[in-house]
């Protein structure tokens, strides 16, 4: 197959790491893969084979202009954001593949931006007829209320050669606590940084600090004050870091109005981390692998915390049943399927 995928950026988020290692995976197999993109800041590894094409034209009214005028000799053009599947069907028609990662329609607090996704989603599926390879059977229901027919489901999958727990993680010797709990940072509206930082400050009203910390992943610059609480902020971390830290914490906190898919949250439950969660991550059940909290309830998520850090059985447990948990979903199975995926949509 010769692909073609238009993403405005390669960033350290978990959709460019998604999608640079199909493309790995793609161009082993013998697969043409041409990525146009505006921006390159990652750490994440690039194949050399990957074809890494700058955007003629700058910023992200570029990208759309680009996507809008631009057909390509290729079998499919892959996107990972549902406007820019509209943009570049107008050029190259059914040849467009939508890699939804989450529902876009989630990302903003706005009605009036989420009104706006929606009439875009509906030009996608309805009047262009888009494809989609959803990450989760969760995410794939959702869009097929629009797209029947038309949407495939290729879950994500860890890669358990890096991610797993290391039992003697050199990262545990910053802990200051006997119990450290890891909140990821990142602004955006449907990661719920804003329900986190209110559940950590309600823990600490609850139960103190004395005996727990707050570890930070991402966002260094993220506004989380709680008098008298040991926080360490660790940034952006490459992947055998990140194995490294979760191996050391004690839970994950995960506070998301929406995941399409929690592959981080799985990753930290492969490294130990017990999870604490809302509905959002649908992978997880209630009790068994994790606790499981309404969408924007803080107050619950807290309460959750505090049971898990009073209850050393529970604790261990759901630790257990997340490792279980998080051994059935790995990278190797995703990639197959992955590419399976793409050549049915060539050859139909």
Known sequence: ?????????????????????????????????VYWTNEVNTHFPIDPRIQIKQIPYPQKRGTIRFALSTKFDADIVLVDLVAMSVFASIPNGKKIVYLAQDDDRTYYSSPLLRFMMEIIYRIAFWLFRVRAIAVSDYLKEKLERLAKGRVKS????????????????????????SIAIVLFARSDFHKGLDVGIKAVEELARLRGVKDWELWVIGDENANINVEGLKIKKWGLLKSEALRGV????????????????????????????????????????????????????????ARALNRVLSDSGLFERL??????????????????QFEKTLLEFVQK
């Open 319 to 336: 630790r257990q049943n997340g490792l279980k948990l998080a051994k059935n979903y790995s990278i190797d199975k995703s990639r197959v």
């Open 1 to 33: 197959m010769r692909i073609v995928v238009i993403r405005h950026s390669i960033r350290n988020r978990g959709g460019d790491r998604l999608v640079l290692d199909y493309c790995s995976y793609l161009v082993q197999k013998g697969h043409g893969i």
């Open 154 to 177: 290729v879950s994500n999958g860890i890669d358990h050669r890096i991610f797993y727990h290391e039992d003697k993680s050199r990262y545990a010797t910053e802990k200051k606590a």
């Open 246 to 301: 979760l191996s050391a914490a004690d839970i994950y906190l995960s506070p998301s109005r929406h995941e399409g898919f929690g592959l981080m949250q799985l990753e930290a439950m492969a490294c130990g981390c017990v999870m604490i969660t809302t509905k959002a991550f649908s992978l997880v059940e209630n009790e068994l692998n994790g606790l499981v909290c309404p969408i924007e309830d803080w107050q619950s998520l």
